[in-house]
Structures are given as C-alpha cells and as structure tokens.
C-alpha cells in the first residue's frame, strides 16, 4: 500500500514575497488501518497507519504531525508556513512499517 | 410509548453493531487514555481556557471522517510561540487523535486534518507555548452513523 504512492500536494501561491504565510493542502493515499477492526474471522486487521509527518522548506522544518489510529483514512493535512527563502517544499510521511512517501513541490521568495 | 423506546433500543443496537465493525467493540464504555494523555503531555501542569480554537462541525454525519482545524493565537516569534498542539477524543477507543509541532516558520499555529470518531464526544485541543504555559478548548461532536438521523 505505501508503495508507489503519489500524494497530491497544492500550495496557494508558487511565488511569495518574504514573510508572506503559504498554504499547503497535501492528500495521500493509505488505508490507516486502526488496529482496532476485525476481519470476518474475528482475528485483529493489524494496525498500519501513517504516524509520522513533516514538512521541510529549503532543508529547514516548518510543521511536523504525530498521527494516531483516530485519523482517518487517506489523511488529509493543511497547515502554513511563512515564506522565508526559496527552495524544494518536501512532505514526508513515515509508515508503522519505516516505509517512506515523500511528495514534493516548491517555493520561490522574491 | 413501549413501541418507540423498542425501536429506539432495536435501533442503537443496529448502530452500535456498525459502529463496532467499524471502529471497535469498546466503545460503548468511554473510559479511554484521554486524561492520562493530556497528563503526559502537560507533565501535569493545569492548561488555561483560551487562545486555542476548535472548528469541528456540531453534527457530524460521517464519523469516518470529520474535517478538523485547530488555531492557537500567537505572534509566532522566536520569543513567543506555540509549540506542540495535541488534540484528543474522549469517546473513541484511544483517546489520541494527533500532535502538531510547530516553529516560528510556521508563521500560525494553524492545522486541518480529517479525524475519526467512534460516537458523540468531545474533542479536545491542548497547546503548549514555547514559555511552558498550557492553554485548551473543547468541543463536543454529535456523530451521526448509519442513517439514524439527528
């Protein structure tokens, strides 16, 4: 499941003057399995959920996420960021298992 | 009178079958980890009411997936900031939803996520400030499932 998938990232501007606040809306696809649901034998489905999230701008952090099993499948996450350099806007996600989606897009600071 | 509250219980009960499928058999006893998350989170300290807003909808028909914002007032600078907002559901099986960590890149303690909720509760917003001080709001969702109306 966590293979192979693209998020799909949208900031509201690509271009922003320093110290304006930028917008990021980002969706990925994964089933955040709650660890709390059982399949028709009645044994536990395993949880497998994204936990982890960060955002990096240029290198530096600028807003990072614990998930819990309460958030829903398919997370959605928005936040901001105030616009300080350019350079690349990196999202990753960190699954239960280590495994990794990182989506990417980018910022310039005029 | 003996039919209605017959349909009514015939009713939760279908409802409390879905929910079970859904999200888990215990949710009917609330009891979760909420408190002791909070504890942990504030080290034990009292949070003031305040500054954090919750936007939730009052009535959610899908507790698969309730849109969520949480906004802390802060001028977001290197001397005063938010750090870490930690949202908490005291009806769901565990009460941890999700921590947001913020800097002063952050511009505004600002985040949306879409939550799961096993019933009617309240949500809970905890924000630590970069100072040590803790402030909270909360806010109760009704959860509709399974077409049962409001």
Redesign the interface.
């Known amino acids: 499941m966590a293979e192979a998938v693209k998020p799909r990232i949208k900031l509201d501007k690509k271009q922003a003057k320093k110290g304006d606040?930028v917008e990021v809306k980002a969706l990925v696809s994964h089933i955040m399995e709650?660890g709390?649901?059982?399949d028709s034998a009645g044994n536990t489905i395993p949880r497998k959920i994204l936990s982890k999230f960060t955002c990096t701008?240029n290198g530096?952090?600028?807003?990072?996420?614990?998930?819990?099993?309460?958030?829903?499948?398919n997370?959605?996450?928005?936040?901001?960021?105030?616009a300080?350099e350019s350079g690349p806007v990196i999202l990753t996600w960190v699954d239960d298992d280590g495994s990794k989606i990182v989506g990417q897009d980018s910022i310039t600071v005029t | 009178m003996t039919l209605l509250s017959n349909r009514r219980q015939a009713m939760a009960i279908g409802a409390g079958t879905i929910v079970a499928?859904?999200?888990?058999?215990s949710i009917a006893f609330a009891a979760n980890d909420s408190d002791d998350l909070i504890k942990k989170f504030t080290g034990g300290k009292t949070a003031a009411e305040g500054r954090v807003k919750l936007d939730l909808p009052e009535i959610a028909e899908n507790g698969?997936?309730?849109p969520m914002?949480v906004m802390v007032e802060s001028p977001?600078t290197e001397q005063s900031y938010v750090a870490a907002v930690l949202v908490i559901?005291d009806g769901?099986?565990?009460g941890?939803?999700?921590?947001?960590?913020?800097?002063?890149?952050?511009?505004?303690a600002?985040?949306?996520?879409?939550?799961?909720?096993a019933t009617t509760q309240n949500i809970i917003a905890v924000a630590k400030m970069n100072d040590g001080s803790f402030f909270t709001a909360s806010k109760q969702v009704k959860v509709t499932i399974g077409g049962c109306g409001g």
């Open positions: 606040l709650s709390q649901r059982r701008v530096k952090e600028v807003f990072s996420a614990d998930f819990e099993p309460a958030v829903s499948a997370p959605y996450i928005q936040f901001k960021f105030r300080q | 499928t859904i999200i888990g058999p698969n997936t309730v914002t977001m559901a769901n099986p565990r941890g939803v999700a921590t947001f960590h913020f800097s002063p890149a952050s511009g505004v600002e985040a949306n996520t879409r939550i799961r909720l």
